[in-house]
């Protein structure tokens, strides 16, 4: 398709373990945005990708979450030893270059759920 | 941080009325750019409008407009004789470089 792909749609997992998140962002889209959404609350940011390097770590929780991006295409967020409070839809948005004017196409999410 | 603010957590109206969601951001930058996004029950935010900090005048597209003040640092949405299809969560959001910041959202609910 022509949005912004993101896998798994769904995943449960028991508590302290790994878990890694797919986007597959609009093709031409150089910036790559990953946010995370709890239930009923607003989008937290976690990384912004420019490219293959990620100028703006500062929204990632702790050092168990980890994202790269290969190619300047797909992402991954990876999350080590899961814990409960990172159940939340994990969201990926692509955008035209890193400029400030081009809006965000986002992705369906990943809702992902610690047991 | 700068933030931005939507003090309304949940709205609802009921269908035909018309329903202004507020939207107040924080920023020490001259140059930067303001967001509308809508997400539906189905997940997706759609991108609903983008405006520059340079252009303040008013805009409307259909039943939807946008009020943006920058002497209140306010960019406000509303929506005219409201439907059911508009029940959504609505997010506003400030650009600043690469540096995107969204509110908290409002959950807007019209009822038939």
Redesign the interface.
């Known amino acids: 398709g022509a949005g912004v792909s993101q896998s798994p749609s769904n995943k449960v997992t028991e508590k302290g373990k790994d878990v890694e998140l797919r986007c597959d962002p609009i093709s031409g889209h150089t910036?790559l945005?990953w946010?995370r959404q709890s239930l009923g609350?607003?989008?937290e940011?976690l990384i912004?990708f420019?490219g293959n390097s990620a100028?703006?770590k500062s929204g990632l929780p702790s050092d168990r979450f980890s994202a790269e991006r290969t190619g300047g295409s797909v992402s991954t967020l990876t999350i080590q030893r899961t814990q409960q409070e990172d159940s939340a839809?994990y969201?990926c948005?692509s955008s035209l270059g890193?400029?400030?004017?081009q809006?965000?196409?986002?992705?369906?999410?990943t809702r992902l759920s610690i047991l | 941080a700068q933030k931005v603010t939507q003090a309304q957590t949940e709205i609802s109206v009921v269908e035909k009325e018309d329903v202004t969601l507020d939207c107040v951001y924080e920023t020490r930058d001259t140059t930067y750019y303001l967001f509308w996004y809508k997400q539906p029950p189905s997940g997706e935010l759609v991108f609903l409008i983008r405006r520059n900090s340079f252009d303040e005048q008013n805009e409307i597209s259909g039943r939807y407009s946008w009020n943006f003040q920058k002497s209140t640092s306010s960019f406000n949405f509303t929506i005219t004789a409201s439907q059911v299809v508009d029940s959504a969560v609505y997010f506003c959001a400030r650009s600043v470089v690469d540096d995107m910041r969204f509110g908290a959202g409002t959950r807007l609910t019209v009822k038939p």
């Open positions: 910036a945005y946010y609350q607003g989008l940011f912004y420019q100028p703006d839809v969201l948005a890193g400029h400030s004017n809006p965000q196409h986002f992705g369906d999410g």
